[in-house]
């Protein structure tokens, strides 16, 4: 028997799809294969702007036909989408044909969800509000060797007043440091080359005894082995000096920091809650940037959000200029039913978001661009993570963050590489290995 699972969202997500992969072995779906061919298809759903929303939607509606034509396909329904208010039900009613819907709170009984269901015709439906516990039992079916995603924590308490995340993911939860090193340890010896702690805010972690996020990277940092280190999401208004003394200490530690600014406009960050300012956050990356110079700096932009008027957006564009991100992931402001500035008056239209949007694209990618040509000539030392069958080409990024491409002729997934780049387009650098 086999699976398909249909992922939206973030990493977290992706990592969670990791874990349906293993539960669904465990349950005796061995592989995975296109969806014309499973017998069971898994969509697991974002809900955090609306189209991811209706992306979801519109691929479950698509399936009626398979479903109706194929007997004994299982179609189940789980992910942040399903933990939305009103949205299971809305699933149910327009979807009559799902035979699992499951929340993000209780993963670890889809295996159970999964035998019910083949033991009777009715639909199987199990949502959780909350979750305390921080283990699954899961024993993920990981995709992107020689990458491995490991949870840190779960949920998020802080509430941003645009995002739907504390709703849907719950409060925040963090797993033992113990489990955490353990899990490393384990993979690394495996032969995983690339760790990436995962959390909505891993600066709010605190472990066992207290245990800090700077503490709990410095452990991680320390496992014997050869890989790479990193991290995310950091949130601006946990930003330590600590936490900079770690990645200066540790070479495994990647010199890049993805810290989410959303805005240049501090009464748009207030309104927004997330309790910094511009200038403290432009404070922060000058810190960094003295005590690891070549550090690269990522982040998250918000357009739109509303009041938003024409001069405070240019402030988030000189804040752009100024803060000097190697790339930025830009979105227009998507009001989510249930927060709290779905519930604020002042909407930008929507000619207007798209004019800013376009505007902030162009210099993100215009920055972009000025970085990635400063690299012609120089070298840089990938992690091979793929081959892209188009390009004909190999392909990792680089410490910073950086896509590296090159010609080889054997497979060189997993092995770190160093490149001599002859060619910069975007973020991508194309070179020959040395
Ligand atoms: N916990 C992380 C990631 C949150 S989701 C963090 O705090 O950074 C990833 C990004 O989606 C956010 O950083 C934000 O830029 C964007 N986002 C979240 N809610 C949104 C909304 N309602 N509309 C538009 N973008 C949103
Ligand atoms: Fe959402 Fe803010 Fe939490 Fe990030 S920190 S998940 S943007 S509420
Ligand atoms: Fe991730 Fe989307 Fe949920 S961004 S946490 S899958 S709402």
Not at 167 to 188: F, H, M, N, P
Not at 394 to 405: S, T
Request: aromatic letters at 8%.
């Amino acid at each position: 028997m086999k699976y398909h699972i249909v992922t939206y969202g973030c990493q977290m997500n992706l990592h969670e799809s990791e874990k349906i992969a293993g539960i669904l072995k465990e349950k005796g779906y061995l592989s995975s294969a296109p969806i014309e061919e499973a017998d069971i298809i898994v969509f697991n759903t974002c809900c955090i702007r609306e189209n991811a929303e209706n992306h979801a939607f519109g691929n479950i509606g698509a399936l009626k036909k398979l479903k109706r034509e194929k007997k004994g396909l299982i179609v189940a329904v789980g992910g942040c989408l399903v933990q939305e208010e009103g949205k299971a039900k809305l699933l149910k009613e327009k979807f009559p044909f799902i035979d699992i819907l499951f929340g993000t709170h209780n993963l670890d009984e889809l295996g159970d969800l999964i035998e019910r269901k083949r033991a009777q015709k009715k639909s199987v439906v199990s949502i959780k509000e909350a979750r305390s516990a921080t283990e699954d039992g899961a024993n993920p079916v990981r995709t992107s060797y020689p990458n491995a995603w490991v949870n840190i924590m779960y949920g998020c308490n802080n509430f941003c007043s645009y995002c739907i995340v504390p709703y849907v993911r719950g409060r925040e939860r963090s797993r033992r440091a113990i489990d955490i090193l353990r899990e490393v340890e384990a993979l690394v010896a495996e032969g995983y080359r690339e760790i990436t702690l995962l959390g909505q805010n891993v600066d709010s972690y605190r472990g066992e005894d207290g245990t800090t996020f700077p503490a709990l990277l410095d452990a991680v940092a320390s496992v014997e082995g050869n890989f790479r280190l990193r991290f995310m999401t950091s949130h601006p208004k946990d930003f330590s000096e600590e936490l900079v003394a770690v990645m200066k200490k540790h070479d495994k530690i990647c010199k890049h920091l993805h810290m989410p600014v959303q805005s240049g406009s501090n009464r748009i960050l207030r309104l927004m809650n997330r309790r910094y300012t511009r200038e403290k956050y432009l404070e922060d990356l000058a810190l960094l940037r003295r005590e690891i110079p070549d550090c690269e700096v990522t982040t998250d932009l918000i357009v739109a959000f509303p009041t938003e008027t024409e001069e405070e957006f240019q402030e988030t564009l000189s804040l752009v200029k100024e803060a000097d991100f190697s790339s930025a992931f830009t979105f227009i402001y998507s009001p989510r039913t249930g927060t709290r500035a779905a519930e604020m008056e002042g909407r930008i239209a929507d000619e207007v978001a798209k004019d800013r949007i376009t505007r902030l694209v162009a210099l993100v990618n215009e920055k972009t661009r000025e970085k990635s040509a400063k690299y012609v000539g120089k070298r840089i030392e990938i992690l091979c993570e793929d081959r892209d069958e188009k390009k004909g080409m190999y392909l990792g990024r680089d410490e910073y963050g950086r896509m590296g491409y090159f010609k080889s002729e054997r497979d060189r997934v997993g092995e770190f590489v160093t490149l001599k780049i002859t060619e910069a387009n975007g973020i991508s650098l194309y070179g020959e290995e040395v």
